[in-house]
């Protein structure tokens, strides 16, 4: 079945650490994104790309880091220099602008930092 | 800079009662605007979509959503809430890119 793979689901991380979060599509997306999802504060975009080999910052990039080397992979790398990791990250592909933007969702991984 | 609004963060209704909740986007071009839900303990699912067209959108579930566009609002309706439709609500737009803009969201509580 065609659709949007995260991992870790879980994942727990030490303060100063890196640590990266897959992100897999299988829907022949040419965008994908990456969201923070905080209580109250709805989903915040940190990184989008509408093509492979480019990526635009969303509203809080800062401290994440990704790449986009394959159409189908948009790892993100929440770096040490994130003040506030903990949080609930949200991967997702999107059609085209022409067919309709229809976005769809990965299930989603929990980072937490200890 | 470009920005979707949910003014109302929490909203409690009695089974019945008609749902409204506000939408506003800040963008002078051409939008597309969407609604989501996310039901307790589960994922974003999308409720409706406009993109053009009739600016008065029906979704799942019963949903509707108005695109007006002097008062660059799409706000979501219901005539009459039940229980199962606790959830948060979303609204988000994407402009002529693929950036996708959520609001805040607006948690529903429907008492029985």
């Known amino acids: 079945d065609g659709g949007i793979t995260q991992s870790p689901k879980y994942l727990f991380r030490k303060e100063g650490q890196n640590v990266t979060l897959s992100c897999e599509q299988n829907?022949?997306?040419?965008?994908m994104y990456w969201y923070r999802q905080d209580p109250g504060q709805g989903l915040r975009l940190i990184y989008y790309?509408?093509?492979?080999?480019?990526?635009q910052k969303g509203d809080i990039a800062e401290g994440y880091s990704v790449s986009r080397e394959k159409k189908e992979s948009f790892p993100l790398t929440v770096t040490s220099a994130q003040k506030n990791p903990t949080a609930f990250y949200l991967c997702?592909?999107?059609?085209?602008?022409?067919?309709?933007?229809?976005?769809?969702f990965g299930e989603g991984s929990w980072l937490t930092v200890v | 800079a470009q920005s979707v609004s949910q003014h109302n963060h929490h909203v409690i209704l009695s089974e019945a009662a008609s749902l409204e909740l506000g939408c506003n986007y800040s963008?002078?071009?051409?939008?597309?605007l969407f609604w989501y839900v996310q039901y307790p303990g589960q994922h974003l699912q999308l409720l409706l979509k406009?993109?053009?067209?009739?600016?008065l959108v029906k979704g799942i579930k019963g949903f509707e959503a108005e695109f007006i566009k002097s008062k660059f609002s799409f706000n979501l309706r219901k005539p009459s809430v039940q229980w199962s439709d606790t959830a948060e609500y979303f609204c988000?737009?994407?402009?002529?890119?693929?950036?996708?803009?959520f609001g805040s969201g607006t948690r529903l509580l429907v008492r029985p």
């Open positions: 997702a592909s999107s059609t085209p602008q022409g067919t309709g933007n229809t976005i769809y």
């Open positions: 829907l022949n997306h040419d965008a």
């Open positions: 790309s509408q093509i492979v080999n480019d990526f």
């Open positions: 963008y002078g071009g051409t939008v597309n």
């Open positions: 406009y993109f053009s067209g009739d600016p």
């Open positions: 988000a737009f994407s402009d002529s890119s693929y950036k996708l803009i």
